[in-house]
């Protein structure tokens, strides 16, 4: 059985915060299953945006794991913001994460897929 959203956030949110950074939940979605989208956000002023792996992505070993892909990156925080736009307008159910992971790597916090 999956885990929950929102259980799923809720411990994205102790490990970020675990790891000496900073999260908060932008949207609340669906408790259940709804798509969870994170919004990472450097020091510097990048910015990336990672979204559900496509189901090609899961292993059949672990198919209760959440993996996720990069949908973009940059310093243009406005383009993202639009894409998140289109993804609620598609699905109003998504969870929207942002998190500052300070000195770890998002890639240790989710699991990204290429």
């Known amino acids: 059985m999956r885990v929950t ?10 490990r970020v915060f675990g790891a000496g950074g900073f999260a908060a939940v932008v949207k609340r979605g ?9 919004l990472a956000r450097g020091r510097l002023g990048e910015v990336a ?10 292993d059949s070993a672990k198919p209760d794991d959440r993996f996720f892909s990069l949908l973009g990156a940059g310093d243009d925080a406005s383009v993202l ?10 699905d109003p159910d998504i969870w929207v994460v942002e998190i500052e992971a300070g000195a770890v790597p998002v890639e240790e916090l989710i699991s990204v897929k290429p």
């Open 5 to 14: 959203s929102d259980l799923w956030v809720s411990a994205l949110l102790r």
């Open 30 to 38: 669906a408790t259940e299953a709804g798509a969870v989208f994170v």
């Open 49 to 58: 945006l990672f979204g559900p792996a496509p189901q090609t992505s899961y």
């Open 81 to 90: 913001d639009a894409r998140l736009e289109r993804e609620k307008k598609f």
